[in-house]
């Protein structure tokens, strides 16, 4: 039975009541969802999107800074190899963990990028790199074993652990730090349950990213510790102003460290080739839980479209240039939102390493009076910004970071411009 206060959604019946449901009340089957759903919020990206969508379809001008998406078209070629594949018949089944094709071009890509070697065994092809994060909390996470999720984390990754009964630990990183989770703080954080860590980098939602020194003192620590390390590096194709991204698995193959065999790296193709909306992401892991991962696929979605699978082979090993053409563009905009954020009184916001997403420093505008009451929190500040200047930004509580505000600047920088214009405006305005 859910916890009263909890109602879940579309549970209509529930919603008139105000007390307690006194003890031992059967309520009816059909009217409970599973008690995993009550540690669980429903993806606040994904709603300041939605709600996003919903007030430009009043007709308000919205400027799109919530939701992490590239704003380009996927490149030309990878459409055209996508409807090529449809008239050959990619309209079937395909095996459940990918094409051969595409784990193929996965494993070669993933070799060359990270200088580790990398087998089309290893390799688990998702819908979307979201997915392949579920198969991983679904193989691996169970109630008792404890999760280190950094905050700010991106807002999937402690959801996901809650979802399978496990728990989130997010030690906190600090800004000064670059946003950068310090070996002491690993040390302190880990426990005899420590099932895994999840590193982000380069990060959604601050854009920081981890270089060389600090990211191996990191494997150190973890070197003597028996838990996993899961490395999302969807954004590693875009960092800024020379920073060298580099790999754990690089690292820890380099340097002949243990935990090379405890590494699973997430990837794919949403970010580097503007293809969301193909869903395809992978996992790259040892042989053996590829076959854990391969268990858990085959009984909930089967393979992912084998369309969008073509799409992504053409993306993998066709000409690469697209991705430096939009991590110039993203460069471009990075540099005019950051000012622009700066610009507005009393906030701060720190030149991101990589990815497309400036984190702030709302704090000063705490407690402010604005038309609908005061600035409490920064779901407020976030509420402010949207009606009264259009601008949807996520409120840094949703990845564990409260008064912060995640701004994406995948978007032209027309819309950046005007949005922080309007933002700045409605700040100066407030008593
Ligand atoms: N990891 C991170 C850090 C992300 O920002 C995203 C974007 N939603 C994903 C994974 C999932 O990407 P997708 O499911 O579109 O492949
Ligand atoms: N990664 C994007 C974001 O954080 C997409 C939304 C999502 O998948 O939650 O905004």
Known sequence: MHALGSVPFGCTSCQGLTAPLPPRTRVRMTHRFSQRLDVVQPSAT????????????????????????????????????????????????????????????????????????????QVVVGVGAKHSLFNLALALYEPGDEVICPAPYWVSYPEQVRLVGATAVC???????????????????????TKAVILCTPSNPTGSAYG??????????????????VVDEIYADLVYDG?????????????????RDRILVIDGVSKSYAMTGWRIGWSITPPA???????????????????????AVAALTGPQES????????????????????????????????AFYAFADFRALLGKKAKNGPLTDDLAIATFLLEEAGCAAVPGSAFGAPGYLRFSYATSEENIDAGLAAAKAAVEKLG
């Open 46 to 121: 994904l709603a300041v999107s939605a709600r996003a969508a919903a007030l430009r379809a009043q007709g308000r001008t919205i400027y799109p800074f919530g939701v992490g998406e590239p704003d380009f078209d996927t490149p030309i070629h990878i459409r055209d190899a996508a409807k090529k594949a449809l008239d050959a018949g990619a309209t079937r089944y395909t095996a459940v963990t990918g094409t051969p094709e595409l784990k193929k071009a996965i494993a070669a890509s993933s070799a060359a990028r990270r200088g580790a070697p990398c087998a089309p065994e």
């Open 243 to 259: 920073f060298k991204q580099v790999s754990a698995l690089t690292l820890a193959h380099r340097d002949g460290m243990k935990i």
């Open 171 to 193: 030690p906190e990183t600090r800004e000064e730090d670059g946003w950068l989770l310090t070996p002491e703080t690993l040390q302190a954080s880990l426990s005899p349950q």
């Open 323 to 354: 991705i430096e053409a939009m991590r110039l563009r993203f460069a471009a905009r990075r540099t005019r939102m950051v000012a622009g954020l700066g610009a507005i009184p009393g906030i701060r916001c720190r030149a991101p390493e990589g």
């Open 212 to 229: 060389e020194k600090s990211l191996r003192a990191l494997l150190e620590v973890l070197e003597a510790h028996d838990c996993w390390l």
């Open 289 to 311: 839980m590829a076959k854990a991962l391969d268990v858990v696929q085959s009984q909930s979605t089967t393979n992912p479209a084998a369309v969008a699978q073509a799409a």
